[in-house]
């Protein structure tokens, strides 16, 4: 019989210690990190590369390996444990991200529609908030001149067959309301219900519009928990009124006005409801300049 390799030998502990890893898709690069640290603590000293532990556990078919490929046409190799759940694949591309916006309306059933774009954010350090400067005055001024323009997009973008894979790079809020699905091939990490709601309202663009905003918010009406919403958005501390935008929504879908008055206050600035928007309408209960026929 032939001899087993060292790798064979430490093989069962690495298997295990694997599938116990709370992460199950990685870049090459992260996981050839992961896997000589996991070595290191099993005891077992490799003289070979982290690549030739990643091609032993491919061989094994423990590991399926995809090629993401990006807007420039470069090629990145995901790795995945035991799991064939796109979702889960497509979660390593970022370290420390998490889908949102659209794709976490899908996730909670907020939309009727499959999509074919996926969101995964990853946040600001908190190092780069403390290093910023004072936070700018908020005028009329500024807010009419930032609403005239396009609202501005992520350029990161990655693809898989007809996916299309959107990084973005949010605000530094400690991941508030971030929330993990960790249950046999299914790997990944996604904006709670009421998190969700915040973002989608914030960023209509990234999350079909502001139809599919107003729908969801309706879709929602039986499930989110509105304190808990206004609870994000105060420690989210935004320097624009979003508040109105939210306030809105929920009088659109039906809330009551007890949940309504929650965002009712500090109404100084007419705001907007989305970017550059044609036909405006203006709204006396929240100082809100939106569509026509939403």
């Known amino acids: 019989m032939a001899r087993k390799s060292n790798l064979e030998l430490v093989?069962?502990?690495l298997s295990a210690a694997m599938g116990a890893y709370p992460i199950k898709s990685f870049t090459?690069?992260?996981?050839?990190?992961?896997?000589?640290?996991?070595?290191?603590?099993l005891d077992f000293t490799f003289n070979g590369s982290p690549e030739k532990v990643?091609?032993?556990l491919v061989k094994k078919g423990d590991l399926a390996e995809s090629?993401?490929?990006?807007?420039d046409a470069r090629e990145v190799k995901l790795y995945t444990w035991r799991s064939k759940d796109e979702m889960t694949i497509l979660s390593g591309l970022v370290n420390n991200s998490y889908y949102s916006f659209y794709t976490?309306?899908?996730l909670h059933q907020?939309?009727?529609?499959i999509p074919k774009t996926y969101y995964l954010n990853f946040e600001h350090s908190k190092l780069s908030v403390a290093n910023k400067t004072e936070r700018p005055a908020l005028t009329q001024e500024n807010i009419d001149a930032a609403f005239s323009r396009?609202?501005?997009?992520?350029a990161k973008h990655y693809f898989q067959?007809?996916?299309?894979?959107?990084?973005?790079?949010?605000?530094?809020?400690?991941?508030?309301?971030?929330?993990s699905v960790n249950n046999g091939e299914l790997s990944y990490r996604f904006t709670d219900l009421e998190r969700t709601l915040i973002d989608i309202a914030i960023r209509p663009s990234y999350s079909g519009g502001v139809t599919e905003v107003l729908r969801a918010y309706e879709l929602a009406k039986e499930k989110a928990d509105i304190q808990k919403l206004r609870n994000y958005l105060t420690q989210m501390d935004f320097i624009y009124p979003y508040h109105q935008v939210i306030g809105f929504y929920l009088e659109k879908a039906g809330y009551s006005e007890q949940v309504q008055h929650l965002f009712a206050s500090d109404q100084q600035y007419r705001f907007y409801l989305t970017y550059t928007i044609k036909n405006p309408v203006y709204s006396t209960k929240w100082n809100l300049v939106y569509p026509s026929g939403l």
């Open 11 to 13: 093989y069962p502990e």
């Open 28 to 41: 090459k690069a992260k996981l050839s990190i992961v896997l000589v640290d996991l070595l290191q603590q």
């Open 54 to 56: 990643i091609t032993f």
């Open 67 to 71: 090629t993401i490929n990006s807007i």
């Open 104 to 106: 976490s309306l899908f």
């Open 110 to 113: 907020l939309t009727l529609q």
């Open 150 to 154: 396009p609202q501005r997009k992520s």
């Open 161 to 179: 067959g007809d996916k299309k894979i959107v990084i973005t790079n949010g605000r530094f809020t400690n991941e508030m309301g971030v929330i």
